[in-house]
């Protein structure tokens, strides 16, 4: 059995964190392919690492000094290392990072590297594989995801690989420079790396057990959904339900490989399976309720429309016209 498994960043925010998965991915053997995003927030006030690069690139591509900015990241790193214990030293990969920078390496690049840094302590503590996104993942000259070239060299790279660690959120042009998916965009690259080796299971582990039918922050306790369908999901995730990146179902949607998001700091508990179809019969008859501001619903009406050629272009015409999705 093969799975693979992706962490986000409130799960590998710290050492103590980074310890807490590797006894997870230890625990099931089948776990043998590890999808980490940057470290996240450690405390309520906290700075994401990846909101860190990106400042600290700013900086840098506005002709200031940015070393100081880019210190204190490597110290974020650092104690990662120390309280994990490990005999690693991120200097090279930080030398690289700064000449990088003041060569206006691109955003992109600069938001990358916190998945990149992060997979190697994850491969150094596991003892597995370190496997560069973006010697796997490809996009195209205009930005777009390239699926058939990425499937074909990741599966090929994989197939012999027992156990590897792949970054999330990023990828390679075919220029060479390094190209991310929108926020979030790790679960994206578990997806496509369960698909490519064909996983049994693409487990996606948050701080949350699973989806709940309803968004917490308004209806208090509100139940764990246990099994949805991936249509359910794309469209509580459109309306904003954001546990999962609302792109990370369409891969293993079409190899229907089901989707298990688990609760980093309560394994224990089930979480949501995500799959195909189902052929049991609901709980409920409503699976889940999302909401999402800036949105709206146009009704219109008009005598004879039935009986009027184009009709429809031209509405369409002018949401396009005023740039409405």
Same mark, same amino acid.
């Given at each position: 059995?093969?799975?693979?498994?992706?962490?986000?960043?409130?799960?590998?925010?710290?050492?103590?964190?980074?310890?807490?998965?590797? =006894?997870?991915?230890? +625990? $099931?053997?089948?776990?043998?392919?590890?999808?980490?995003s940057? &470290? @996240?927030?450690?405390f309520?006030?906290?700075?994401?690492?990846?909101d860190?690069?990106?400042?600290?690139?700013?900086?840098?591509?506005?002709?200031?000094?940015?070393?100081?900015?880019?210190?204190?990241?490597?110290?974020r790193?650092?104690?990662?290392?120390?309280?994990?214990?490990?005999?690693?030293?991120?200097?090279d990969?930080?030398q690289?990072?700064?000449?990088?920078?003041?060569?206006?390496?691109?955003?992109?690049?600069?938001?990358?590297?916190?998945?990149?840094?992060?997979?190697?302590?994850m491969?150094?503590?596991?003892?597995?594989?370190?496997?560069?996104?973006?010697?796997?993942?490809?996009?195209?000259?205009?930005?777009?995801?390239?699926?058939?070239?990425? =499937?074909?060299?990741? +599966? $090929?790279r994989?197939?012999?690989?027992?156990?590897?660690?792949? &970054? @999330?959120?990023?990828?390679a042009?075919?220029?060479?420079?390094?190209?991310?998916?929108?926020?979030?965009?790790?679960?994206?690259t578990?997806?496509?790396?369960?698909?490519?080796i064909?996983?049994?299971?693409?487990?996606?582990?948050?701080?949350?057990?699973?989806?709940?039918?309803?968004?917490?922050?308004?209806?208090?306790?509100?139940?764990?959904?246990?099994?949805?369908?991936y249509?359910?999901?794309?469209?509580?995730?459109?309306?904003?339900?954001?546990?999962?990146?609302?792109?990370?179902?369409?891969?293993?949607?079409?190899?229907?490989?089901p989707?298990?998001?688990?609760?980093?700091?309560?394994?224990?508990?089930?979480?949501?399976?995500?799959?195909?179809?189902?052929?049991?019969k609901?709980?409920?008859?409503?699976?889940?309720?999302?909401?999402?501001?800036?949105?709206?619903?146009?009704?219109?009406?008009?005598?004879?429309?039935?009986?009027?050629?184009?009709f429809?272009?031209?509405?369409l015409?002018?949401?396009?016209?005023?740039?409405?999705?």
């Open positions: 059995m093969k799975k693979v498994v992706k962490f986000g960043g409130s799960s590998l925010a710290n050492a103590e964190q980074f310890q807490k998965v590797a =006894d997870i991915i230890r +625990a $099931d053997e089948a776990r043998r392919y590890v999808i980490p940057a &470290p @996240g927030k450690r309520s006030s906290d700075i994401k690492v990846t860190m690069l990106y400042e600290c690139y700013d900086i840098a591509e506005s002709g200031k000094k940015f070393t100081a900015k880019l210190d204190k990241i490597k110290e790193y650092n104690e990662i290392i120390k309280g994990l214990g490990l005999e690693l030293s991120l200097d990969e930080f690289v990072i700064h000449e990088n920078f003041e060569k206006k390496a691109g955003s992109n690049y600069a938001a990358s590297r916190g998945e990149y840094l992060n997979g190697i302590i491969a150094n503590y596991l003892g597995y594989e370190f496997v560069d996104a973006a010697e796997v993942i490809f996009f195209d000259e205009n930005g777009n995801f390239d699926e058939v070239k990425t =499937d074909k060299k990741l +599966a $090929d994989l197939k012999d690989t027992e156990k590897a660690v792949v &970054p @999330g959120f990023y990828g042009k075919p220029d060479g420079s390094v190209k991310t998916f929108s926020r979030g965009g790790s679960d994206v578990g997806s496509i790396v369960a698909k490519a064909q996983a049994d299971l693409y487990e996606n582990w948050t701080d949350v057990s699973g989806f709940l039918v309803t968004d917490p922050r308004i209806i208090e306790n509100p139940e764990v959904i246990e099994t949805i369908t249509r359910e999901l794309r469209e509580l995730a459109y309306m904003g339900a954001t546990v999962l990146h609302e792109d990370a179902i369409f891969p293993v949607r079409k190899a229907e490989i989707i298990n998001i688990k609760n980093t700091n309560a394994p224990q508990e089930k979480g949501t399976l995500i799959v195909a179809h189902t052929c049991h609901p709980k409920y008859t409503i699976t889940g309720i999302a909401g999402k501001k800036g949105f709206a619903a146009i009704n219109i009406e008009k005598d004879m429309m039935n009986a009027e050629i184009g429809g272009r031209k509405v015409g002018i949401f396009e016209e005023n740039d409405i999705s």
